[in-house]
């Protein structure tokens, strides 16, 4: 697997060796000592795979008291990608990355405990995976807002973004509870 480094070193792009020809192709999608080797020290605990069409926009969400990183790859479509650092002790507090992620390219992305996380479909249909750290908690669950001007995000859409009501009512980043 290969690193591809983004301007939040936490947060970083694994593009997988892929094995391909006329049948098909492979690739490991998770390998616990080849991610360890990487620097990546994770106990997954859950698998999450969503469908959703063009212009859905979910995000940008985080857990306060059962922090989850994840590992998250699209398996068909393609993505934007964003994670927010929500960790106030970062240097990067506040800041931003996004990337593509897409079925052609099976790249992957680690986002570490204490960041937002959100994407927007950018094809017809995306199917989304990720595996988490801890498990979905209801009760800890908060909401970044996805348009805050603050953050600026240039989410890549179509018209109008398709949003559930939590992802409407986000926090803006300045009373957005936060990690130490």
């Given amino acids: 697997m290969k690193v591809i480094p983004t301007t939040i070193p936490d947060v970083i792009l694994i593009e997988p060796r892929v094995f391909g020809d006329d049948r098909g192709f492979f690739f490991e999608s998770w390998n616990q000592r080849t991610l360890a080797d990487l620097g990546i020290h994770a106990e997954f605990v859950q698998d999450n795979h969503s469908r959703s069409q063009k212009n859905v926009l979910r ?25 927010v650092d929500m960790r106030r002790s970062s240097p990067t507090f506040g800041k931003w990355v996004g990337f593509t ?34 498990y979905w908690s209801p009760a800890d669950e908060r909401t970044l807002l996805w348009n805050d ?9 179509e018209g109008a973004p398709v949003l559930a009501s939590k992802d409407v009512a986000g926090t803006p980043l300045d009373r957005a509870e936060t990690y130490a």
Avoid: N
């Avoid at 940008?60 to 990608?81: C, N, P, S």
């Avoid at 001007?149 to 859409?157: R, V």
């Fill in 149 to 157: 001007p603050q953050l600026a995000i240039p989410w890549p859409l």
């Fill in 59 to 83: 995000g940008l969400h985080y857990q306060i008291d059962h922090a989850q990183g994840k590992l998250v790859r699209v398996t068909a479509g393609e993505v934007f990608d964003v994670a």
């Fill in 101 to 134: 992620l897409s079925a052609d390219d099976k790249r992957m992305a680690w986002i570490p405990p204490g960041f937002a996380h959100g994407f927007c479909v950018t094809s017809d249909w995306a199917e989304f995976l990720y595996k988490t750290t801890d």
